[in-house]
């Protein structure tokens, strides 16, 4: 039984940690220091694209097991934020909108026509 509450601790851990994690490593200061550096650049890049999808896939395990809501509220703010630390990783200077492919700005479209 001490190895099952090891599991579902470092299950939990992982699932809140790796968004706040995600979300330093993709913040201002760390990505111009890291700019510098090539390597330093590579390197900071390729744990926020292993961590956030590994933290991403456990929380949307948690979420869906029968879990008290207190915890799952938690998890669900890291998926947030694990999500926010990949757009803010690859998509950075694209908006939410562009991303999504939201087409309501889309002057073809039957909201353009006149």
Do not use: C, H
Not at 44 to 62: C, E, H, K, Q, Y
């Amino acid at each position: 039984m001490e190895s099952l509450a090891l599991l579902v601790a470092l299950l939990l851990a992982l699932a809140l940690f790796t968004g706040p994690i995600s979300m330093v490593l993709t913040s201002k200061i760390f990505w111009n220091y890291s700019k510098g550096s090539k390597p330093l650049w590579i390197f900071r890049r390729i744990i926020v694209a292993t961590i956030s999808p590994l933290g991403m896939s456990v929380a949307l395990f948690l979420i869906f097991t029968p879990i008290p809501v207190t915890p799952k509220l938690f998890i669900a703010a890291a998926f947030a934020a694990n999500v926010a630390a990949l757009k803010r990783e690859f998509f950075r200077d694209k908006s939410w909108k562009r991303i999504m492919k939201i087409a309501s700005d889309d002057p073809n479209g039957p909201a353009g026509q006149n």
